[in-house]
């Protein structure tokens, strides 16, 4: 069975450090991160999804962890065709004339090779420091299965490597009955990791909980089964517990998910308060004693 690694997505976002789950003493980004990386060695960064980060910042974030502990970096919402507040791009690459929000369409290809460009220079201290774990492409739930869609996919991906990349697709149609097969044929000829999600469903934006490897790592995110999940914001949205029993059972499913992969990565974002990190370390205790128990 391959390693499972478990984190949340984000360790720093505001709920969280109102939610109290952090010590007193614990009072700067790295003493938060400190503490943190003393109970999970995984973490997803999701301000990354915001705005390309400065390489000062992931700098400071491989300095201040341990060695070993892994960063999932969710890509800029520009490169995955989200519309993106032209105020989330460094001054100096916003197009002259354009609207409050910008897609990659609006940006000459000189400023969108350098958007790229400024992205990777930001991965690099944690590639170097052996702590870059994936880069996740989340595809905007209208992203919906066709060609052009695999090659948008695959165009993308590119623009990432040598990182490892996973896919994670918010439009139900890549897992219909008639497109199922050629949507994990795809990401395993392109050697890219289909994100596994437990999500609410009957929505459009809903996959089901199909467990596959495609590529290493494999990788889960637990979203939760928020009644609010198609409007309410993202406190409510997000806002779910997941039961002894849920965990449970997920437990054995992703050991079973770690027979086809050398390792798997598990991230809780049902990020309400501490309620992912919470989940996240039952989560973990049980894996560990599974394990333990043979």
């Not at 070993?68 to 105020?87: C, D, E, M, Q, Y």
């Not at 289909?194 to 590529?215: I, K, N, R, W, Y």
């Not at 609010?228 to 437990?251: C, Q």
């Not at 086809?260 to 501490?274: E, K, T």
Request: some cysteine; proline content about 7%.
């Amino acid at each position: 069975m391959g390693e499972i690694r478990v984190g949340t997505a984000s360790w720093a976002d505001r709920m969280l450090l109102d939610s109290g789950w952090y010590p007193r003493e614990a009072n700067t980004p790295a003493g938060r991160l400190a503490y943190y990386a003393e109970r999970f060695d995984l973490v997803e960064a999701d301000t990354t999804f915001y705005a390309i980060p400065p390489v000062e910042t992931t700098t400071a974030w491989a300095h201040r962890s341990p060695a070993g502990f892994l960063f999932n970096i969710k890509a800029f919402s520009l490169f995955t065709g989200h519309p993106t507040p032209v105020t989330a791009l460094p001054r100096d690459l916003r197009p002259a004339r354009s609207a409050d929000r910008v897609r990659p369409r609006d940006l000459s290809p000189e400023l969108l090779d350098e958007a790229w460009a400024r992205f990777g220079d930001a991965l690099r201290p944690l590639e170097s420091a052996g702590k870059l774990g994936v880069v996740l492409l989340q595809f905007p739930p209208w992203f919906a299965y066709g060609a052009a869609a695999k090659r948008r996919i695959a165009e993308t991906a590119r623009r990432c490597r040598p990182a490892r990349v996973a896919i994670e697709l918010r439009h139900a149609s890549w897992l219909t009955p008639a497109n199922a097969v050629d949507t994990v044929e795809f990401l395993c000829r392109e050697d890219l990791s289909f994100v596994c999600v437990d999500m609410p469903q009957g929505h459009a934006s809903s996959l089901p909980p199909v467990l596959v490897a495609t590529a290493e790592p494999a990788v889960m995110r637990f979203h939760g089964h928020s009644d609010a999940w198609a409007g309410g914001d993202r406190r409510d949205k997000f806002r779910y517990a997941y039961s002894d029993d849920e965990l449970a059972a997920w437990a054995g499913r992703l050991r079973e998910l770690a027979d086809d992969a050398d390792q798997l990565h598990v991230i809780m974002n049902n990020c309400c308060g501490d309620q992912a990190q919470r989940d996240a370390q039952r989560l973990a205790g049980l894996l560990t004693r599974a394990a333990a128990a043979g």
